[in-house]
Nanobody, 119 residues
Framework: QVQLVESGGGLVQAGGSLRLSCAAS????????MGWFRQAPGKEREFVGG????????YYADSVKGRFTISRNNAKSTVYLQMSSLKPEDTAVYYC????????????WGQGTQVTVSS
């Protein structure tokens, strides 16, 4: 059974930084993509970025490009979301999720971690 556990959320001032972690277990993820999503109150869930587990290729939504960086530690089966230059509009619950590299649907999700950016 695949399990994804996010951690690292919290309260930070605008302009600050925060690093989220997503620890994955339950299988070998070499053929998977790990994605980060977020959902603010009253808004649709938004794709933030993703990384291919094997090659480490990362890509980002325009809203976070240049401010957020995704990396992974294969030995720890953990993916990170480094967030810098945070803005109040980055406030949301952040989720990690996985899908096969050949799939378009993310079928395993973490429980989410709250990030609040104060102005």
């Amino acid at each position: 059974q695949v399990q994804l556990v996010e951690s690292g959320g919290g309260l930070v001032q605008a302009g600050g930084s925060l690093r989220l972690s997503c620890a994955a277990s339950g299988r070998t993820f070499s053929n998977y993509v790990m994605g980060w999503f977020r959902q603010a109150p009253g808004k649709e869930r938004e794709f933030v970025g993703g990384i291919t587990w094997s090659a480490g290729y990362s890509y980002y939504a325009d809203s976070v490009k240049g401010r957020f960086t995704i990396s992974r530690n294969n030995a720890k089966s953990t993916v990170y979301l480094q967030m810098s230059s945070l803005k109040p509009e980055d406030t949301a619950v952040y989720y990690c999720a996985v899908r096969l590299t050949t799939a378009t649907t993310y079928n395993y999700w973490g429980q989410g971690t709250q990030v609040t950016v104060s102005s």
